[in-house]
């Protein structure tokens, strides 16, 4: 199964909070950044608008779809 890559940036990631949102480029989805991709990637406070790929997986929840897979850029 092929998986999408999106671009996009990094809107902000809450490392009190351990938390974040990435936004796909140019339709601007608002994708949510966990814990644990946030320290498989290295993603830290000062990477705000930085570029990146990443793919987008659906919430079990039925809230903001995730971003996975993660590369900046």
Do not use: H, Q, W
Request: proline share 4%.
């Amino acid at each position: 199964m092929n998986k999408e890559i999106y671009n996009g940036k990094i809107k902000f990631y809450n490392e009190e909070k351990c938390f974040g949102f990435a936004i796909t480029i140019p339709d601007g989805e608002e994708c949510y950044i966990s814990k644990k991709e946030a320290e498989r990637v290295g993603i830290s406070f000062k990477n705000k608008n930085n570029t990146c790929t990443f793919e987008v997986k659906p919430s079990n929840s039925g809230g903001r779809p995730y971003a996975v897979n993660i590369v900046l850029k």
